[in-house]
């Protein structure tokens, strides 16, 4: 693996004279237009400015890497979703297993797909906090057998005020300095809670891609549907849906809320439905624990069909009686 101050400049520059053309061709102002399909089938979409073409079913490493199967049955799970076709791959320093599994996983695979991680700053003081995400990120780098990834998330933003985010050598201070070194292709940030919060961080022009918390449920909770997608939008910026399926708990037993209740699995297609029809929508970020739900999932993406306003209306309905029982489970919404 090369180091963090080696990765060949005109190498970067050429990825990203790609991307401006890709986003050219495909056009930033056509939200959730379809893009062809994967060799295995699953359609693609324009992932906002980045101009990258992704599949709309995204591998999420989170439930493997945290409930820690084993490396041969973690390995087994990313696989089967590359094998699958999709091409997104979203993981975090802190998702403990995921990264060194993934590092296996994708031996053969890392010039066939988009690879993300996150960097989590920790520290009350943003300097600091940005020395901590550089420490996790060198990390990643070598537990990923990568000499750089396509994008770095700045992790749980919500959970910090935009001051600290955007402080001179504060996070996104870091994550530009990555990018400008060719260490990441694209700057993202993540959340799940305090909505109000990322407004002012994408206004600085510095953020290409917005994953945030997007269901049916949380719709009546973590509002980021009607109050954030829309300043990302005006931004051009590639929109991500993470929390489909409400989110998860460690252990087999399947996608459940991170609070005493479980989506229906009934409902778990019409929610993937659900998020994947939110405009600007490029890819639903989904963990599963097992290679049969990587099937299930990649199918459920093959056969998408947008859902109808009737339905879109039931699934909100049916929200609003679940969130009660969910709770704010990611923290404070304001």
């Not at 990649?298 to 109808?308: E, G, I, K, T, V």
């Amino acid at each position: 693996m090369q180091s963090l101050s080696t990765l060949s400049r005109r190498s970067f520059l050429r990825d990203v004279t790609a991307a401006v053309g890709a986003a050219s061709t495909f056009g930033l102002g056509a939200l959730n237009a379809d893009a062809g399909s994967s060799p295995s089938g699953i359609p693609l979409r324009v992932l906002g400015r980045t101009g990258q073409k992704i599949t709309i079913l995204g591998l999420g490493s989170a439930p493997v890497g945290l409930s820690k199967p084993g490396l041969a049955p973690g390995v087994a799970v990313y696989r089967a979703a590359l094998e699958a076709g999709v091409n997104y791959v979203d993981t975090a320093h802190n998702y403990d297993m995921a990264e060194p599994y993934l590092g296996e996983a994708l031996q053969g695979w890392r010039d066939k797909i988009f690879l993300a991680t996150k960097s989590l700053p920790l520290a009350d003081d943003p300097r600091q906090g940005a020395r901590e995400m550089q420490e996790q990120f060198e990390d990643s780098l070598r537990r990923l057998k990568t000499d750089h990834v396509d994008l770095l998330h700045v992790h749980s933003i919500g959970d910090k005020p935009p001051e600290y985010i955007l402080a001179s050598g504060g996070p996104l201070e870091f994550a530009r300095n990555i990018k400008a070194r060719g260490l990441a292709r694209f700057i993202g940030v993540t959340g799940h809670n305090r909505p109000a919060r990322f407004a002012q961080v994408i206004d600085s022009g510095e953020v290409d891609v917005v994953m945030v918390a997007l269901n049916f449920v949380d719709y009546h909770q973590y509002v980021f549907e009607e109050t954030i997608l829309p300043v990302a939008r005006k931004h051009q910026c590639g929109l991500l849906a993470m929390k489909v399926f409400g989110g998860h708990s460690l252990g087999p037993s399947g996608y459940t809320a991170a609070g005493p209740s479980k989506m229906p699995a009934a409902s778990l297609r019409d929610a993937m439905r659900y998020s994947l029809g939110i405009e600007g929508i490029a890819a639903a970020v989904i963990g599963p624990y097992t290679a049969e739900q990587v099937l299930q999932n990649s199918q459920w993406a093959r056969d998408y069909h947008p859902l109808n306003d009737h339905e879109r209306a039931a699934l909100r309905e049916q929200g609003k009686q679940l969130v009660a029982q969910w709770g704010p489970r990611f923290g404070p919404t304001a």
